[in-house]
């Protein structure tokens, strides 16, 4: 049986329930301010450290990340341009709409944010392709926490969860996961080749935010968002001096990327001792 959808909460809010309970609050006292139910403040709260190796938004704030931020960040990136959320509790599922050619990138993704052994299954969708199903609970209820809904429509990760540090991973995962739009996207080469111009889709908060975020971290001119087709998406499409900046950042010191990207890792990665910051 398909998972229902999940309610939709807003992550900004549980980011906040987060901070009054730091702050000394009771899960009552949270529950009453938010207008919630008191379970669902306790689920919010409950601690998924054991059970899931991707940190919330509360958790990976602040300077001092933890060592694996940036590939959490990639793999974040990755899910906001391909996944989806549906059930609840044990029926908790994260959809993927994947190219074929990264199965072995998904094993990848389940080694970096799952711990212990998680259901995962690949069916093909007359509507998507290839789909991975992850059944974790765990992993379902943070990515919550993020932002990820049932739909790319239904809403995404705010961007000022994004540690600033950290964009060039994001940016580069959210490439790499996107099948709505070259290079990655589409029926696609297996090593697809590096474009002249980027084209970004997606949610239009995130879009409109990638391109705030890009400007100051690329030193880029940015691009007008328009709608994209007639699914509620919109798009940025970056000329080629500014295509060709955010590709050097995002690959210049790449900490996870797909396969099928060696073409840009061969092109734009820089040797050790020679990187630089991805804003200069």
């Given amino acids: 049986m398909f998972p229902r959808p999940r309610p939709r909460y807003d992550p900004k809010t549980i980011y906040r329930i987060h901070a009054d309970r730091e702050a000394g609050k009771s899960a009552a006292d949270i529950a009453v301010k938010h207008d919630l139910p008191a379970v669902t403040v306790q689920g919010f709260l409950r601690s998924s450290g054991k059970t899931c190796a991707l940190l919330s938004p509360y958790e990976l704030r602040g300077a001092d990340l933890p060592p694996n931020a940036a590939v959490q960040v990639y793999w974040l990136g990755y899910i906001a341009a391909s996944g989806r959320v549906f059930g609840q509790n044990n029926l908790s599922t994260l959809i993927l709409a994947i190219h074929p050619d990264d199965v072995a990138h ?5 080694a970096d944010l799952v711990i212990g052994h998680p259901r995962c299954e690949f069916a093909e969708s007359s509507l998507d392709g290839r789909q991975a199903y992850v059944r974790d609970r765990s992993l379902a209820e943070v990515l919550l926490q993020w932002g990820i809904g049932t739909s790319a429509e239904d809403g995404s990760i705010p961007i000022e969860f994004i540690p600033p540090a950290l964009w060039p991973d994001f940016v580069r995962g959210y490439l790499e996961g996107s099948r ?23 949610n239009k908060p995130l879009v409109e935010g990638l391109s705030r975020e890009l400007q100051a971290a690329c030193g880029i001119t940015g691009g007008t968002v328009a709608p994209s ?31 099928r990207a060696a073409k840009f890792v061969k092109q734009f ?11 200069k």
């Fill in 106 to 110: 998904i094993q990848t993704l389940l």
């Fill in 269 to 279: 990665s820089q040797p050790k001792g020679r990187r630089r910051n991805p804003s």
């Fill in 180 to 202: 709505r739009c070259p290079p990655f996207g589409g029926q696609g080469a297996r090593a697809p080749r590096v474009p002249r111009t980027l084209t970004l889709v997606g």
């Fill in 229 to 259: 087709g007639g699914g509620g998406l919109s798009q940025i499409t970056f000329s080629p001096s500014d295509t060709s900046r955010i590709l050097q950042a995002a690959y210049r010191s790449p900490t996870r990327t797909s396969p």
